[in-house]
């Protein structure tokens, strides 16, 4: 600006002009009386309140979603009382029953001795941004569940295994609890593939896979893909001996499913071999001591005939 240019008008009514052509609904609420001594017309375009509706503060609390208010109204209070500028988001009730994302800018308007008299405030609309935020939330959760479920049986992957095997561990130590593992593998797979197909291959690892899923049934056991044609269960607070029932649940519900497998050297049907462990974690041990030996009685399980479950 140059120093000849005339001084600038302040006009209330300009600055009102400006106030109510804003998206953003600005107000004013005398702390002393907690009234509204002021609320933008725009108010009534967004939410269908007309301004005149919004007489005190309670008017402001009464419209707003019963989950956001405690939190909301608790934590404005405390920072109006601390004379601290704050926002808030939470959801304002509409004349129609449906609910507008918005978030509350406020400041607080102190007179000439510094004490607070009233609070001055912008809401803004900010319904749009909180839908990407939810869409965003949502995927990132999808992503996460996949990048921890076996992309062809949709169980646990190996990831997830180790993790939950790890923190399995952790607490069957401090709980003194046994911890059981199960280690499947479908036997004369390779067989399978090459007589039916590999497409028929994966159809069979899925059925294999559900079935198995549906023989251990507590809510903390875990079935996953442990690589290949091999599964893992992981049992918690499970000794030997129910581990190794859950293991001919398997193979019973498997037996019963009778699928077909012409070119195994075992049965006409599949069939798989199991080896099972059990632990009671102490200091110093490992939970890939546990699948280390789980593997070996697999690996026993297969060299003594197959279709088998080894416990011991
Ligand atoms: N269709 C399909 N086959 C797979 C998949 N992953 C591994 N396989 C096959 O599984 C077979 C495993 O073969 P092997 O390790 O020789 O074991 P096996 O034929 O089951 O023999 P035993 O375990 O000794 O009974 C191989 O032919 C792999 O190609 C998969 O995702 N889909």
Redesign the pocket.
């Given at each position: 600006m140059s120093d000849d240019a005339a001084p600038l008008s302040v006009d209330t009514a300009v600055y009102k002009t400006l106030l109510e052509s804003t998206q953003a609904i600005p107000w004013r609420i005398d702390l002393q009386t907690m009234r509204f001594s002021y609320i933008g017309p725009q108010i009534e375009r967004l939410l269908g309140w007309s301004p005149c509706s919004w007489v005190t503060v309670d008017d402001w609390v009464e419209r707003m979603h019963s989950e956001d208010r405690e939190r909301v109204v608790s934590f404005c209070i405390e920072q109006s009382r601390n004379g601290i500028d704050h926002e808030a988001d939470y959801r304002a009730l509409k004349t129609d029953g449906s609910y507008v994302w918005i978030r509350d800018v406020v400041h607080v308007l102190r007179n000439e001795a510094g004490e607070a008299e009233a609070l001055v405030g912008f809401m803004f609309d900010i319904s749009e941004r909180k839908k990407s935020e939810e869409k965003l939330m949502r995927l990132q959760r999808e992503l996460e569940e996949l990048s921890y479920q076996d992309g062809?049986t949709g169980v646990a992957n190996r990831r997830l295994l180790d993790s939950v095997l790890e923190s399995e561990w952790a607490s069957a130590k401090r709980a003194g609890q046994a911890l059981s593992f199960i280690m499947l593998?479908?036997?004369?797979?390779?067989?399978y593939?090459d007589y039916y197909g590999?497409l028929a291959?994966?159809d069979c690892?899925r059925r294999v896979a559900h079935i198995v899923s549906t023989s251990a049934a507590r809510p903390r056991d875990l079935l996953a893909r442990f690589g290949?044609?091999e599964f893992a269960l992981v049992l918690p607070e499970t000794d030997l001996e129910a581990a190794c029932q859950v293991a001919e649940r398997c193979r019973a519900a498997l037996c019963d499913a009778a699928i077909p497998h012409r070119a195994s050297d075992v049965s006409h049907l599949v069939t798989v071999?199991m080896g099972v462990a059990t632990a009671t974690p102490a200091e110093g041990g490992i939970p890939a001591s546990l699948i280390e030996q789980a593997d070996r009685r697999l690996y026993q399980a297969?060299q003594s005939g197959?279709d088998r479950i080894v416990g011991e």
């Open positions: 062809l593998d479908i036997d004369c797979f390779k067989l593939n590999h291959g994966d690892l290949g044609e071999s297969k197959r």
